[in-house]
Nanobody, 126 residues
Framework: QVQLVESGGGLVQVGGSLRLSCAAS????????MGWFRQAPGKEREFVAT????????YYLNSVKGRFTISRDNAKNTVYLQMNSLKPEDTAVYYC???????????????????WGQGTQVTVSS
């Protein structure tokens, strides 16, 4: 069983930055594709970014391209989401997730992920 623990959320002003971390334990981290999702109040959970097992391939939601960067450190069993130029519409609970499927596949569908963290709140104030 894989456990995922997110950290790094908080309150930030428009245009500011935050770096989310997701520490994994209990599994072989380097075998999993990893993703970040978010859910705002009253909305469906939304794909944000994904990274393959090696970190060599990534894919982003269009609205965060150029502002967010997903990365991973397999030696530390951790995946990151660097968020810059934050906007009020980025306000949400952010979740990391692990996909046991094909390690090189960039999965965007929440239902295909096998393990989830508890989430971390990101609030962008205007």
């Amino acid at each position: 069983q894989v456990q995922l623990v997110e950290s790094g959320g908080g309150l930030v002003q428009v245009g500011g930055s935050l770096r989310l971390s997701c520490a994994a334990s209990g599994g072989t981290f380097s075998r999993y594709g990893m993703g970040w999702f978010r859910q705002a109040p009253g909305k469906e959970r939304e794909f944000v970014a994904t990274i393959n097992w090696s970190g060599g391939s990534t894919y982003y939601l269009n609205s965060v391209k150029g502002r967010f960067t997903i990365s991973r450190d397999n030696a530390k069993n951790t995946v990151y989401l660097q968020m810059n130029s934050l906007k009020p519409e980025d306000t949400a609970v952010y979740y990391c997730a692990a996909d046991r499927g094909i390690p090189d596949y960039l999965e965007t569908r929440a239902g295909e992920y096998d393990y989830w963290g508890q989430g971390t709140q990101v609030t962008v104030s205007s």
